[in-house]
């Protein structure tokens, strides 16, 4: 069966790097792209971008340039979101989905950045 | 960017009673190539990962129950469920995929009354 499996929580200090991981399973991985949102504490959904997984060509949605990279390992089926010199407004559930329609999702990652 | 506003914020519903929830896009979302809206519907409860309820607006996922359904063209949707249930209760956003940025409404919270 289709199965995202996404790495665990987070806890990280302003500044540092994270990287959050995307296990898929159950399906041939380059057919689909992957999606990524971010879910505030207490926030709605919001879309940050999508990732290739035939060229790994990725597409950042407007506010998700510069700190954030998505990345891919093949050999893994494994979808990657780094994001650099964390801040603290990016303290969020982080969630993986594939392609359109976001038919199957990770069960989040949530990541805590405090000093 | 296309925004989705949905209404209402919130909404109690008893339990075996109609509820709605509407959403409206700022442009048309309709795909050309199969002349079917790009919009979905998730059903999001307290700590776990949004679930796909409908997709082209009004199909509906598979194993999905029967009293959940969507509608509307052009830019207005709606999601219906038939018969209220108490499992029913969660957090429903609609969702255009038509264009980049792909973007959310902004959540209705369903409760029972």
């Known amino acids: 069966q289709v199965q995202l499996v996404q790495s665990g929580s987070e806890l990280k200090k302003p500044g540092a790097s994270v990287k959050v991981s995307c296990k898929a399973s159950?399906?041939?991985?380059?057919?689909?792209?992957i999606n990524w949102v971010r879910q505030a504490p207490g926030q709605g959904l919001e879309w940050m971008g999508w990732i290739d997984t035939n060229t790994g060509n990725p597409t950042y949605a407007q506010g998700f340039t510069g700190r954030f990279v998505f990345s891919l390992d093949t050999s893994l089926t494994t979808a990657y979101l780094q994001i650099n010199s964390l801040e603290a407004e990016d303290t969020a559930v982080y969630y993986c989905?594939?392609?359109?329609?976001?038919?199957?999702w990770g069960q989040g990652t949530l990541v805590t950045v405090s000093s | 960017d296309i925004v989705m506003t949905q209404s209402p914020d919130s909404l109690a519903v008893s339990l075996g009673e109609r509820a709605t929830i509407n959403c409206k896009s700022s442009?048309?979302?309709?795909?050309?190539?199969?002349?079917?809206?790009?919009l979905a519907w998730f059903q999001q409860k307290p700590g776990q990962a949004p679930e796909l309820l409908i997709y082209w607006a009004s199909t509906r996922e598979s194993g999905v129950p029967e009293r959940f359904s969507g509608s509307g063209s052009g830019t207005d949707f709606t999601l219906t469920i038939s018969s209220l249930q108490a499992e029913d209760v969660a957090v429903y956003y609609c969702?255009?995929?038509?264009?980049?940025?792909?973007?959310f409404g902004q959540g209705t919270k369903l409760e029972i009354k």
């Open positions: 442009q048309t979302i309709l795909y050309s190539s199969n002349n079917k809206n790009s």
């Open positions: 989905a594939r392609n359109v329609p976001y038919d199957f």
């Open positions: 969702h255009q995929y038509h264009s980049s940025p792909h973007t």
């Open positions: 159950g399906y041939s991985f380059t057919i689909y792209a």
